[in-house]
């Protein structure tokens, strides 16, 4: 069975940095790419990053391009998200998702998600 | 980048109705379209990639058409469980974007 955990979010003032974890397993994570999405409160879907499975080719969204590093351990089945220099406007619910093949950018599994809020 | 527009932002039907959802896209995204499905406090679950594929376990009476720029979802027959909000996303380009949401709600 796929299980995606996320953890890492928590309460962090402006400016400041947090990093989130997302703990796969269920499948061969090293071959599969995935992705970090989150969702404002009451709001849409957003996509963040993604990584790709083996070589590990990344892409940020124009908005936290620069701010936001997503990385993988294969060795640990886990993905991270490091985020710095957060604005009020990072505040979400931030869901680790797994890509349906390699570098396929649709999402099969989620996690339950770790909800970030940036606030002074 | 491109830009999902879901029609209609609420549908109001009844257990046993059709639904039609559409997903009208700002450029063409060939057939890289998806449809999720999200409940509230949930997170979302894939119905359909590549525009017309049900993902795993999806029941049959979801079904996905469309390529280009205007896709659709239907629910054949409301179930009760079905009453959630619908998102569709694509990936043909970057950034990867997904739709405003169209809320599937009981009349």
């Known amino acids: 069975e796929v299980q995606l955990v996320e953890s890492g979010g928590g309460l962090v003032q402006p400016g400041g940095s947090l990093r989130l974890s997302c703990a796969a397993s269920g499948f061969t994570f090293s071959t599969y790419g995935m992705s970090w999405v989150r969702q404002a409160p009451g709001k849409g879907l957003e996509w963040v990053s993604v990584?790709?499975?083996?070589?590990?080719?990344?892409n940020h969204a124009n908005s936290v391009k620069g701010r936001f590093i997503i990385s993988r351990d294969n060795s640990k089945n886990t993905l991270y998200l490091q985020m710095n220099s957060l604005r009020a406007e990072d505040t979400a619910i931030y869901y680790c998702?797994?890509?349906?093949?390699?570098?396929?950018?649709?999402?099969?599994?989620w996690g339950r998600g770790t909800l970030v809020t940036v606030s002074s | 980048e491109v830009v999902l527009t879901q029609s209609p932002a609420t549908l109001s039907l009844s257990p046993g109705e059709r639904a039609t959802l559409s997903c009208r896209a700002s450029q063409s995204v060939g057939s890289y379209l998806a449809w999720y499905q999200q409940k509230a406090g949930q997170a979302p679950r894939l119905l359909i990639y590549?525009?017309?594929n049900r993902a795993t376990g999806i029941s049959a009476r979801f079904s996905g058409s469309g390529s280009g720029t205007d896709f659709t979802l239907i629910i054949s027959s409301l179930e009760p469980e079905d009453f959630a909000v619908y998102y569709c996303?694509?990936?043909?380009?970057?950034?990867?974007?997904f739709g405003g949401g169209t809320k599937v709600e009981i009349k």
């Open positions: 590549d525009a017309s």
């Open positions: 996303q694509q990936r043909s380009n970057w950034p990867l974007t």
């Open positions: 998702a797994k890509g349906v093949s390699y570098s396929d950018w649709h999402f099969d599994y």
């Open positions: 990584i790709s499975g083996g070589s590990g080719n990344t």
